[in-house]
C-alpha cells in the first residue's frame, strides 16, 4: 500500500521559489505601505491583465518542451493585428474580437516556424525558442517600419510616423482601452472585478482542463513524458510538438490583446521583447517548473510574482531612500527566479539520471551474482 | 509508401471554422466602426439656399448632453456602429421655448469624422447639405523626434 506522509524537507524543496516570494512579500507589503484596498485592486487588474499570456506557456511544457520563450511570436502577431485594427477605426470590443481573428493566421504562420525549428533541436527548445524570437523580432521591425505604410497600406497618420512609412513608437488603444474590462464590472472592496475578462480565462482554464482529456491532449502528455515510447506507441511526435506550439502562439496572440487593451496603449517596438521573460518568470514564481506546470501555478504566481512587483518600489525607496533600487530589484527578480528554476531542473534531471545509473548498476551486480 | 487518405469531413470541418470566423470578422468590422461626430452650429452658405444659425441647441446622445452650442460653436460624440441617434433641444430665442427634436442619421463608413450642420438638418435638407466629411488639419512636417528601434537599447523596465 503506497503511503501517504507529509515530508517537510521535500515540500520546502518542492516549493522553494514560491515560499521565497511569499518572504519577499511578507516584508515588503508592511514596508510599502499600501492600502489593501489599493493591493486588491491592482493585483486584481493585473491577474486579468496576465493571466491569458501565462496560460499560453502550459501546453508546450505538457508537450515536454519547455518554457516557450517563443510565446514573443504570438504577441507580435497579435501587436500586428492591433495595428491593423486601429487603422481600420474599429472600435470597443469588436475591436478586440476582429484583433483576435487577424492575428491568427500571423500567429499559426509564425507558431509552425517556430515549431519546425524546434522539432530540429529537441532538447534545446527553451534556448532556440529565445533566440527564434530575437529573429522574429527582427523581421517583425522591417515589417513595421519599413513595410507598413509603404507597401502595406496604413491611412491614419496618427499611426503612421511622420515620414510617411513605418509606424510610430505608441500607437494609441484608446478607443478600445479596457472594453473588455468594463463590460460588466463589478465594485467588490474597492476593488474593479472585470467580469468578463475573467469569464474569459474560467473558459479557458476549463479549455485546458478538457485538452487535456482529449486524444491529443494524452498525447501530448505522452510525448511529454517520452518521446520515444511515445513514437514506439504510434504517435507522431514531430506533428504533435508542432501542434502544441502552434496552439501556444495563437493563445499568446489573444493574451497580448487583452494585455494591450487594459493598458490602453501600445509600445510598438518593445511591448512584446518583455512580455515572455515576465509571464515565464510570473510562471516559475507559482511553482511551476519546466517540465510541470499547472493552472493553480499560473495564478499563484500571477499573484505572487505581481504583488512583489507593485511593492518592490515603495519597499526599495523606504529601506535605500532611492525608489530605483525597488525597481532593480524586481527586474534582477525577474531574471533570478528563471535562472534559479533552470538550474533546479538541470540538476534534479541530473540527480534522477544518477540515480537510475545507481539502480541499473546495483541490479546488474544482483544479476552477475545470482549468475555466479 | 504510406499515403494520407483526404478526409472530407476534416476539411469540411476546417473550411467551416475559417468561413465562420471570416463571417465574425466581417459582423466586427460593420458594427464595431468607430466614428467621430461633430455637430456644429453654424450658419451654413449653399446654392440651395442660407441656413442661419441657431441661438442655443443642446445635443443629447444615448441619454446623456454632449454638447451645448451657442451660434458658431461646435460639439461632439464619438459612436461605435452605422449610425448615430440623437436628440436636439433647441431653443430659438432668448427665454423662448424649447422644442425637443429626435434624429438618427446613418453613418458613411468610409468617413471617420462626420461633421453635421444642425440648422441645414433641422430645415429638413437632404444628407449632401447636412452632412459633410471632417478632415484634419495635416500635420507640421517636424523633425522625426521618436526614438526608433536601434537608436536606444530595448531593456526590462517599467511596468508590466
Redesign the interface.
Known sequence: MKKNSFNLGEFLKNNSVPIMFIVICSICIPLAGYSPAYLLNEIVT?MGR?IFLILSLLIPIMAGMGLNFGMTLGAMAGEIALIFVAD????????I??AM??S?PFSVMLGLLCGKILNMAKGREMVTSYIISYFINGVY?LVV?YMMGALIPIA??TIK???GY?I??TVSLL?MRQSLDNALAIRVFGAKIPLLTFAIIALMCLGIIWFRRTKLGQDMRAVGQDMEVARDAGINVERTRLISIVISTVLAGFGMIIYLQNMGNMST??SH???G??CIAALLVGGASVDKASIGNVFLGVILF?LM?IVAPNAGAKITGDSMIG?YFR?FV??GVITLALVMYEVKKRRAKAGMGRQLAAEQQMEGKNED | MKTKKFNARIWACRIGAVLLLLAIAAVMLVIGRGHTVYFDNKTLETESGTYEAIRKITVNVGGERVAKLGAKERGMATTIGQSITFELVIQREKNGDEETVEYTLKLPYSMDGIIVNLPALLEGQPEEVYLSEFIPAPEPVTEEDEELPGEDEMDMVGDI
Open positions: 493585473r496576465n481600420l477605426q474599429i472600435w470597443g470590443i469588436p475591436g474580437v476582429l481573428i487577424i491568427i521591425q517600419l491614419h497618420s510616423l511622420p515620414r513605418g510610430r513608437n478607443s517596438y518593445s521583447t518583455q512580455i521573460m515576465f505581481h512587483f525597481e527586474v525577474s531574471y
